[in-house]
């Protein structure tokens, strides 16, 4: 069976400073992983996915993250943060038949 | 291509009642998903279908829950006898298979009263 780890709920930060929302995963076989995006009274989006090749991929809005085999992670970064990022992210696996997906870590930016 | 459209957006019914919502998937998308998710938590698995097969579906989903999805385009989530806790998001979203990339809807906001 394949789980998602969010840590941290919640995760306050000061505008332009940077930010890492971390994501752990467990799966037997092997994974493709997903951050997701969820604005208020909107769907997910996605942001970026690790499918193979290089473990640093880059998605929209200035975010990328690091697929990390022997840690299990796929932590999420951006180095300067903006208000408008303040959002719900939700980390996903797949590696089976069906996307499972993280309880979601929400960013709160402040001015 | 519109992206995967849910309907109604917002639903509230009186508890005991049944309700059903819609998905239409992308067009060339074989795979259809169904989510809940509640505030502050993630999307939860309900069931998915390949083409019109329903593949599998949650063991945490009540009998009162069904989900078909004829000649493998749109899908319909029915719930009855609805309850206060099946109050939630539901989320369809479409994939072409493996990575199974997940395209999701806006949703369908379910208020039970």
């Known amino acids: 069976a394949q789980s998602v780890t969010q840590l941290d ?54 975010f990328e993250a690091e697929f990390n085999k022997s840690q299990t992670s796929f932590h999420l970064r951006k ?13 996903a696996v797949s590696g089976g038949f069906k996307p499972i997906f993280g309880a979601g870590t929400r960013l709160c930016v402040k001015a | 291509d519109t992206g995967v459209s849910q309907d109604p957006r917002h639903k509230i019914t009186k508890r005991g009642q049944n309700v059903t919502f819609r998905c239409d998937p992308i067009s060339e998308h074989n795979r259809l998903y169904w989510y809940r998710q509640t505030l502050g938590q993630g999307p939860e698995f309900l069931t998915y279908f390949q083409n019109e097969a329903q593949l599998e579906k949650s063991r945490l989903l009540s009998d009162r829950f069904s989900a078909e999805r004829p000649k493998g385009s749109f899908s319909t989530l029915e719930i009855q006898r609805t309850e206060q806790g099946d109050s939630a998001m539901y989320l369809c979203a479409s994939s072409t298979g493996t990575p199974h990339e997940a395209f999701f809807g806006q949703g369908t906001r379910l208020t039970v009263v």
């Open chain 1, 79 to 91: 180095p300067s943060v903006h208000i408008s990022d303040t959002a719900e992210y939700v980390c």
């Open chain 1, 9 to 62: 709920s919640q995760v306050p930060v000061f505008e332009e400073a940077p930010v890492e929302l971390r994501c752990n995963y467990s799966s037997s076989v092997s994974v493709y992983l997903f951050w997701y995006v969820q604005y208020p009274n909107q769907g997910l989006q996605l942001l970026l996915k690790y499918l193979s090749g290089s473990t640093l991929v880059k998605g929209i809005n200035g």
